[in-house]
Nanobody, 121 residues
Framework: VQLQASGGGLVQPGGSLRLSCIGS????????IGWFRQAPEKEREWVSC????????YYADSVKGRFTASRDNTANTVYLQMNSLKPEDTAVYYC???????????????WGQGTLVTVSS
């Protein structure tokens, strides 16, 4: 069981990116999905979580109002739309599954390969 994040890249401050999370071997239906990020020499931190239905989403204060999580269960994909990006958003971003949205890393399972987001002019 593995989740794959993609869509990262280099973007200027103030720019936007949309990350995608796909389940490589299973359907994402009925699974809450969280987003985390890890900057160089820093601990992995929780960014966002979206409920299994997509009806509820939660955000860290540092990204609230700029990032939006969404999902398309017919496409087996969860998205993280990131707007007004700042240099401090630079990190490797990961998606992971959880029984219900929590903020602690220990509540998440099946970490896959992340995607690098670099915000720089």
């Amino acid at each position: 069981v593995q989740l794959q994040a993609s869509g990262g890249g280099l973007v200027q401050p103030g720019g936007s990116l949309r990350l995608s999370c796909i389940g490589s071997t299973f359907t994402l239906d009925y699974i809450a999905i969280g987003w985390f990020r890890q900057a160089p020499e820093k601990e992995r931190e929780w960014v966002s979580c979206i409920s299994e239905s997509g009806g509820s989403s939660y955000y860290a204060d540092s990204v609230k109002g700029r990032f939006t999580a969404s999902r398309d269960n017919t496409a087996n994909t969860v998205y993280l739309q990131m707007n007004s990006l700042k240099p401090e958003d630079t990190a490797v971003y990961y998606c992971s599954r959880t029984p219900s949205c929590k903020t602690s890393l220990r509540d998440y399972l099946d970490w896959g390969q992340g995607t690098l987001v670099t915000v720089s002019s």
